[in-house]
């Protein structure tokens, strides 16, 4: 059946993965500043993947190797969200609600980011569990709420028919990064603590909460809330954030389980927690 | 190259995911029976998630806090999917194929229900299952049939090119959820009859088969099927599903959890077996 | 706001999934070739879920359980797979980039195809690594590693803007697959000799890799890469990928499983390396 006008309308104000692939493609090779904050993170997680492979390569302890794959997917996860913003398949074009201070404009929307994140997250998290030598209930809590973060972050990002549902979304992702948060501050360092890791445990960790911090202050003053700052430089902030809190933060963690295996290097705690209760 | 007129045509009546949002919304909006259904469940989600928190505040075993964690995050994927069909952004505006009660009309559908219950039904199943004292395997069992089910209700719900195929994904969806129910009926009552929590699982085991055998019918019986109901009806009836099945569930395993707690203080089972098989 | 008419265009040459289901649905059903090999699957996969159904049913191990429900899930994924690309649900129409030998051309894409590879492909590497005895690092970097593969693979065929991208996607998954390779080859054959399961591992990862070295081939061969091959045989090649890497190789594990439980009847590996070096 044949469409009608409003039919039109509605579509093309429509979802952000209706913006056209190609145009969005060409949009960001002619921005030299947005197009350096995908194409330097591209390099970066390429240059990372190959020197986490020869960091790795002597590890020995089946701990110490789960720490250094989920450390290794960080940048594999990371080049491909890359790839994949830079093709314009993972961006699209928004026009934000009213209420919002570029109401009714169309906005780049690398909403890619979030999707990626929900992957490369929890492997940080988990790298960060086994080197504190959690326990599954608080591992399960920490990549849980992380996934629930990012996924509503996502909703957050692509929501255009109102300005207060978006913010709504922002609330309720930050209830989940609290929860991660009290795995990352209260629970994970007596575990460290307890299994010998206490010291680079706290650096990493510190280094993780006051960059993860940075993502939701980032999106409150980029193009997705107050849009303060416009759409090159909230991407180059998003890009500066996941060269600290990803490749620097797997960098300095393999390079200390290089060093110090044999901390790591015994039993999973994932598996022994129950054998050391029945002892 | 530009579009052709037939291309317009089989865009507009295309993929549900291309409604816009924005007139979703509205049309939502201005549907007071249609709006309660999804609000009622936002000002319950958040209800049980402050009221979960407060239940398990004091819990200590490695076990408990786990169901702990599974049913608190019923209601937090719970209270962001409601959020998402309010917005507009998880409903499709779809065209019912030749040989539906409401073909060739447009229909509102609330696709995100499916896509959050792929996240939040896995958790109930986790807590059952934690609760029983099952092994991996019926737990994997249980999981993977119960995510299939949901995702093949998904695409049930978005056919729009073939009524009889929307039966097949049906029919599909119904054989995983009878994997999941033979778990239920068959394989957890006797773990839980070992584990010492045959009564209370007993309980919540029949509370979760009756009212999970009520969304196959409401989805025969409402617009997705035979439309005998309307979209309002429909979804005040997943609603109330999702109101008993979801909150009251968790809210009475929560109960009983932290009452309890050392009938489930032991070790974690998922752990266990193994152990067990070596003494 | 009216949308302009670069807008429409921008919409009509945009995302593989706007392509109208129904639309989809009636070239597919007029192609005879192209739908038979999608109808063949259907119909082996059902035949192979009764039967696997039948073979599994008297298994009482806990890992030969895993295995079996493992083994499973490959064809209830495949089932559902290919009624959707059937339905036209999971398949777009694609405008090939400048560069590809159809560039500006239409090209049926059955991108569901990627999607539930996701699914089921780490259910065969689950169902192996049991059989071969692997420890959870292994484990989990076979199925990461393969999930990585399949969602890069998704996005190669997915991507209309950039006929270098789509290579550079390609490329990606490539190396996610050699990861998995690395997993099958060097790593998993001496944990089946220290298993006794040796000589059925090999038998299986030998198809394995000699089955799934063919879809990258078929890939580069097909539409998505030179197009050597037209739309019906590039899907009858995965088709026939499909039928021997997943329900005739689910079969032979099946088949020696039932026959030799006991060699697989021990403890579950994953949950045993601790206890095993604590003993």
Known sequence: MPPTATQFTA???????????????????????????????????????????????????????LIWVAALLVPLVSIASYAGLVSGLTVGVLTMPPGHPLAGQEVLQPWGRYLTWTFS????????????????????TAVTMDVGMCVTGLAAALITSSYLLRWVFFAISCAFFVAVLYVLLVEWPADAQAAGTGEIFGTLRNLTVVLWLGYPILWALGVEGFALLDVAVTSWGYSALDILAKYVFAFLLLRWVAANERSVGGADPLAGTTTTADD
């Not at 002619?30 to 591209?42: E, F, K, Q, T, Y």
């Not at 997250?121 to 030598?133: H, R, S, V």
């Open 121 to 140: 997250t929890p492997m940080i998290l988990l790298a960060l569990g086994l080197l504190a030598g959690t326990d599954r209930a608080k591992l399960f």
């Open 11 to 65: 579509l093309v104000s429509s979802l952000p993965l209706q913006a056209t692939q190609g145009e969005v493609f060409d949009r960001i090779a002619s921005d030299v500043v947005l197009s350096s904050s995908l194409w330097a993170n591209i390099a970066l997680a390429g240059f990372s993947i190959l020197l986490f492979v020869a960091m790795g390569r002597n590890l020995q302890s089946e701990r110490a190797k």
